[in-house]
């Protein structure tokens, strides 16, 4: 398609010829095939930008249409950067397992190169589904450093970021700050990446012997794996703030290792006995209390998962608000 | 080292009960679930390795379980606590579904897992489950809290809780809870499920006795609430103003499947209608609670369910249907009739079909007919609820086929899809653009479960144990509903007994007798077709 051609009218005309061609192919259909199901409960945008990890972004567009099956329209920012508007519509369907009728959703994609980006916002705004939610899942760096994120971004209900595959993470959460404290509503998959290691904590605390423990809490140490210190252990260490006061003390502890994640555990030190929570081999973490010790899954985290989450909330989060603030006073 | 600690860890310090961890995130983790232990009355049944311990594995590898969580099994098989793990463990691998086994997971869990042989009548039997619940409190600070979890023979519910007061395992001395999860049924008519009440209610509270319906915990029957009161377009119409009558159908393609001699003494009104449909038509049809609390949600489906009117001997056989099939040839099948299956008497008179006609009598819905039908041996495995709307009070289109006076009229329908394609459908009528001129055609709109929310839905025993050690008995039936359901039950369930019926009166692969389909014309209705 080239520039002249692409606009909202034509992008929408071209979505609903794709829905008059499988109807009639329903109708039209083998006897193994019970018709289409055309669904959409979101407009999901995903902005990526071209030569990073493509496949791996429509992958999980992929799988996240699966579960919220949405009106997805990919934005993609061009390496080059004189390059014009492009655009296209087409339908992304599946057939679950052991049904016989194909569920679909409309998938819109737009690209351009930087200096006309803006372009893609224009359009933006007439393609997105009525009445139903809108969630931006930046998934770019450079996009997110773009003038035209702010406009973006402003269209959504929800906007999801990773702030430590942004440029300046700390810079980030201070964005993120600013926008949540005036009533935005973001996700940060970095911080969705921790939810499993607070939720372990939180467990440690439901058990009735550990109610006194704080009375003897000196403090906690943070493990973490690879230098320069994650931006995971700045929301780590803000939150446990945030339940314990500003001023307890958090140590953040370098332990190199060769391991894939960033976490490698807290230490819950007294000085009667400590909690230990500590992720070993296997993606298995064990929690040591005193002679007890038990175990929980810590499964590999995709993208889709995390996402996934953060599409399960769509509501103002207090928790991030306030670890936000802790995070970034620092 | 000083410390300083927020007023919310101060507060917490100060709490004597568990209810203020300040760590929890009640947006992002699950419920909290607060240290206990599952002590499991039949842990060597079908019920145990096929549905319990699937769904506490999946719950532990969701990290829904609180550390340190043990079950205790009990059955009269000498087993050491290895010869159970292992046993659990291979089934849990068999039967899990849609879920990883985690070996390393289950290393762990299996730590928690506990075997204690004896007989349930021997009260010898109970101390030495007492001795293992302290020591795995001890061991693995449970806190002694105890789920109860009778998965024995129906004759034994009330004795084995008898014998738990009487070893004292009723009460902890710490007042950590006690709860008692019991399988239907929950008696076999309104006379002995009043008196396993009065036993079990001499041990236990009755907000500890958590009467298990596994057709309530199903997220689609869960969702019925949320369609009714989370949407106000429905709830207007939600009445015998617009509402014609109420079907409602849960049809087994599968015979009795070697539970012969079982079946034959339960029968369809009882293992069906009694329990799982009275429960799904009272959430269809109560009124909506003040807030989404266990007792107000259960105070409206007890409320209705003794709103149903109780027929009169003389009225049963034009209000309800008892078939039982017969064999048949389905496709290249040849398909025994009940009588011919495995354990049942050649004599049998068991309804393996029955159809019940309701009514409902409060302001809601007096004279609107619910329509409730349950068999084996159907044509498909479905269960559903239809709800039909009356007919548009005025025929504008009165040449167009799908005109409310004409033979294919067809009135809007709402479908509320149980299983297996859980979703709700709508059906109105849209101008047939073919043709030209006013011709009305029906068409459906649909949501599908699946396809709106692709993630796993987790089993109903996953939901209803969670509930159960969380103490949320919303899903649970509660004495006043079991009784009321017996009320309503019975007088056909007698007049059942007092005759005899010439079976079989339908097929195999067919939607059931004739008689069926005749009680509904004689309202002028027929049976939709799932």
Same mark, same amino acid.
């Given at each position: 398609m080239s520039s002249s051609s692409v606009n909202t009218a034509q992008l929408l005309k071209d979505l609903g010829g794709l829905w008059t061609q499988l109807g009639k192919e329903e109708s039209e259909g083998s006897d193994r095939s019970a018709g289409v199901l055309r669904a959409v409960t979101m407009t999901f945008i995903l902005?990526?930008?071209?030569?990073?990890?493509?496949?791996?972004?429509?992958? =999980?567009?992929?799988?996240?249409?699966?579960?919220?099956?949405?009106? =997805?329209?990919?934005?993609?920012?061009?390496?080059? @950067?004189?390059?014009?508007?492009? *655009?296209? @519509?087409?339908?992304? #369907?599946?057939?679950?397992?052991?049904?016989?009728?194909?569920i679909c959703c409309e998938q819109i994609e737009l690209s351009a190169g930087s200096a006309s980006f803006e372009d893609t916002?224009?359009?933006?705004?007439?393609?997105?589904?009525?009445?139903?939610?809108?969630?931006?899942? #930046?998934?770019?760096?450079?996009?997110?450093?773009?003038?035209?994120?702010?406009e973006i971004a402003a269209m959504a209900d929800k906007v999801i970021v990773d702030s430590r595959s942004l440029s300046k993470p700390l810079e980030a959460l201070r964005f993120l700050n600013r926008e949540v404290h005036a009533g935005r509503l973001y996700g940060d998959l970095t911080w969705t990446r921790l939810t499993r290691w607070r939720q372990t904590v939180s467990n440690v605390f439901e058990r009735m012997?550990?109610? *006194?423990?704080?009375?003897?809490?000196?403090? $906690?140490? $943070?493990?973490?794996?690879?230098?320069?210190?994650? $931006?995971?252990?700045?929301?780590?260490? @803000?939150?446990?703030?945030?339940?314990? *006061?500003?001023?307890?003390?958090?140590?953040?502890?370098?332990?190199?290792s060769e391991a894939s994640w960033q976490i490698q555990g807290l230490c819950f030190v007294t000085a009667l006995?400590?909690?230990?929570?500590?992720?070993?081999?296997?993606? $298995?973490?064990?929690?040591?209390?005193?002679?007890?010790?038990?175990?929980?899954v810590f499964e590999e985290l995709d993208e889709p998962r995390l996402v996934r989450e953060e599409l399960s909330i769509l509501e103002r989060d207090p928790i991030l608000a306030r670890v936000l603030e802790i995070a970034t006073q620092s | 080292m000083k410390r300083r600690l927020s007023c919310y860890a101060q507060w917490f310090m100060q709490q004597t009960t568990d209810s203020a961890n300040p760590f929890h995130d009640a947006l992002r983790f699950e419920r909290r679930i607060p240290p206990c232990s599952v002590l499991i009355f039949g842990a060597n049944g079908d019920l145990t390795m096929r549905k319990l311990l699937p769904a506490l594995y999946r719950l532990a590898y969701e990290r829904k379980l609180p550390s340190g969580f043990s079950i205790v099994g009990n059955s009269r098989t000498a087993m050491s606590n290895e010869q159970f793990r292992e046993k659990m463990r291979v089934s849990v691998q068999k039967f899990i579904e849609n879920s990883p086994f985690d070996e390393a997971l289950w290393e762990d869990f299996a730590k928690g897992i506990f075997y204690v042989s004896g007989d349930i009548s021997d009260p010898a039997c109970y101390a030495a489950l007492k001795v293992q619940l302290d020591e795995i409190e001890r061991e693995r600070g449970t806190g002694g809290n105890v789920l109860f979890y009778l998965s024995t023979q129906p004759s034994f519910y009330a004795s084995v809780v008898e014998q738990i007061g009487a070893a004292g395992l009723a009460q902890h001395?710490?007042?950590?809870?006690?709860? !008692?999860?019991? &399988?239907?049924?929950?008696?076999?008519?309104?006379?002995?499920?009043?008196?396993l009440n009065r036993r079990i209610s001499a041990v236990l509270a009755e907000r500890d006795v958590y009467r298990i319906d596994h057709y309530l915990g199903k997220e689609t029957v869960q969702n019925v609430l949320a369609f009714r009161f989370g949407n106000t377009i429905f709830e207007p119409l939600w009445n015998r103003q617009y509402i014609s009558h109420v079907q409602v159908t849960a049809a087994e393609s599968i015979g009795v499947e070697g539970r012969g001699a079982y079946?034959?003494?339960?029968?369809?009104?009882?293992?069906?209608?009694?329990?799982?449909?009275? /429960?799904?038509?009272?959430?269809?049809?109560?009124?909506?609670?003040?807030?989404?609390?266990?007792?107000?949600?259960?105070? &409206?489906?007890a409320k209705l369910l003794r709103s149903i009117r109780i027929l009169k001997p003389h009225e049963v056989d034009s209000h309800a249907v008892k078939? /039982?099939?017969?064999?048949?040839?389905?496709?290249?099948?040849? +398909?025994?009739?009940?009588?011919?299956?495995?354990?049942?008497?050649?004599?049998?008179?068991?309804?393996?079909?029955?159809?019940?006609?309701?009514?409902?009598?409060?302001?809601?819905?007096?004279?609107?007919?619910?329509? !409730?039908?349950?068999?084996?041996?159907?044509?498909?495995? !479905?269960?559903?609820?239809?709800?039909?709307?009356?007919?548009?009070?005025?025929?504008?289109?009165?040449?167009?086929?799908?005109?409310?006076d004409s033979p294919l009229a067809a009135p809007n329908l709402l479908i509320l899809r149980i299983q297996p394609d859980e979703g709700i459908s709508l059906r109105f009528q849209s101008k047939d653009p073919s043709g030209g001129g006013m011709k009305l055609r029906p068409?459906?709109?649909?949501?599908?479960?699946?396809?709106?929310?692709?993630?796993?839905?987790?089993?109903?025993?996953?939901?209803?144990?969670?509930?159960?050690?969380?103490?949320?008995?919303?899903?649970?039936?509660?004495?006043?509903?079991?009784?009321?359901?017996?009320?309503? !039950?019975?007088?056909?369930?007698?007049?059942? +007994?007092?005759?005899?019926?010439?079976?079989?009166?339908? &097929?195999?692969?067919?939607?059931?007798?004739?008689?069926?389909?005749?009680?509904?014309?004689?309202r002028g209705h027929e049976w939709r077709i799932p």
């Open positions: 902005g990526v930008e071209e030569g990073d990890d493509e496949m791996a972004a429509s992958e =999980a567009l992929a799988l996240l249409m699966h579960e919220h099956p949405s009106r =997805a329209i990919v934005l993609k920012l061009r390496t080059q @950067a004189d390059a014009e508007l492009d *655009g296209r @519509a087409f339908a992304q #369907c599946w057939m679950p397992f052991g049904r016989r009728q194909q916002v224009s359009l933006l705004h007439g393609l997105v589904a009525p009445d139903l939610p809108v969630v931006f899942w #930046c998934r770019s760096a450079k996009l997110f450093d773009h003038p035209a994120y702010p012997d550990c109610k *006194g423990f704080f009375q003897n809490l000196n403090r $906690i140490e $943070i493990r973490y794996a690879h230098a320069p210190e994650p $931006i995971a252990v700045e929301y780590l260490a @803000a939150w446990l703030k945030s339940v314990l *006061g500003t001023k307890f003390q958090v140590d953040r502890v370098h332990r190199p006995t400590d909690v230990v929570i500590e992720r070993s081999e296997k993606g $298995i973490v064990e929690t040591h209390i005193q002679k007890f010790s038990t175990r929980t | 001395p710490g007042g950590a809870w006690r709860r !008692v999860v019991i &399988e239907k049924p929950f008696g076999h008519d309104l006379a002995s499920a009043k008196e079946y034959q003494e339960a029968g369809a009104l009882r293992d069906m209608i009694q329990n799982h449909l009275l /429960q799904v038509m009272a959430t269809v049809t109560m009124e909506a609670p003040p807030y989404f609390d266990s007792d107000a949600v259960r105070d &409206e489906r078939g /039982q099939y017969g064999p048949a040839r389905v496709g290249n099948a040849d +398909l025994p009739g009940f009588r011919q299956e495995q354990g049942v008497s050649p004599e049998a008179q068991t309804d393996t079909y029955a159809a019940v006609t309701f009514f409902v009598d409060n302001w809601r819905w007096a004279g609107v007919p619910f329509y !409730v039908r349950t068999g084996k041996r159907m044509p498909k495995r !479905v269960t559903d609820i239809a709800i039909r709307f009356n007919n548009a009070p005025l025929s504008l289109f009165s040449s167009s086929p799908g005109a409310s068409v459906s709109m649909d949501f599908n479960y699946g396809s709106s929310f692709g993630s796993r839905t987790p089993s109903a025993y996953e939901t209803l144990l969670l509930d159960a050690l969380a103490g949320d008995s919303t899903l649970y039936t509660r004495q006043d509903m079991v009784e009321a359901s017996w009320r309503a !039950v019975e007088p056909i369930q007698n007049h059942w +007994l007092e005759n005899k019926f010439d079976f079989p009166n339908y &097929e195999a692969g067919s939607w059931g007798p004739k008689a069926s389909d005749e009680m509904l014309a004689r």
